[in-house]
């Protein structure tokens, strides 16, 4: 198993940046594709960014590529979500979430995942 802790949430005006990080513990975290989630109120979980075990792929809703910029550190067991041009829209619970192999799902359903954070609150000012 692996437990994962997200950081880095938190207030921020329009065109404004952010980084939010996910830390992992347990397992040897190089063997879990990761994945960046969010969910406003009232909505639900919607995939933002995907990052393949080894790093080499990178996948991102339409909604945010260009200014999400997902990456990971093997070496830290860390997983970051680097969010810029921010908008009112990005406001939700961002989660953080580790697969083993997708298990036949799509990587950007919430099924393809195991294991999930606690979330992280962004809150976009407008």
């Known amino acids: 198993q692996v437990q994962l802790v997200e950081s880095g949430g938190g207030l921020v005006q329009a065109g404004g940046s952010l980084r939010l990080s996910c830390a992992a513990s347990g397992r040897t975290f190089s063997i879990y594709h990761m994945g960046w989630f969010r969910q406003a109120p009232g909505k639900e979980r919607e995939f933002a960014a995907a990052i393949r075990r080894s790093g080499s792929s990178t996948y991102y809703a339409d909604s945010v590529k260009g200014r999400l910029t997902i990456s990971r550190d093997n070496a830290k067991n860390t997983v970051y979500l680097q969010m810029n041009s921010l908008k009112p829209e990005d406001t939700a619970v961002y989660y953080c979430?580790?697969?083993?192999?997708?298990?036949?799902?799509?990587?950007?359903?919430?099924?393809?995942?195991?294991?999930w954070g606690q979330g992280t609150q962004v809150t976009v000012s407008s």
């Open positions: 979430a580790a697969s083993e192999g997708y298990g036949g799902s799509a990587y950007y359903t919430p099924r393809a995942y195991g294991y």
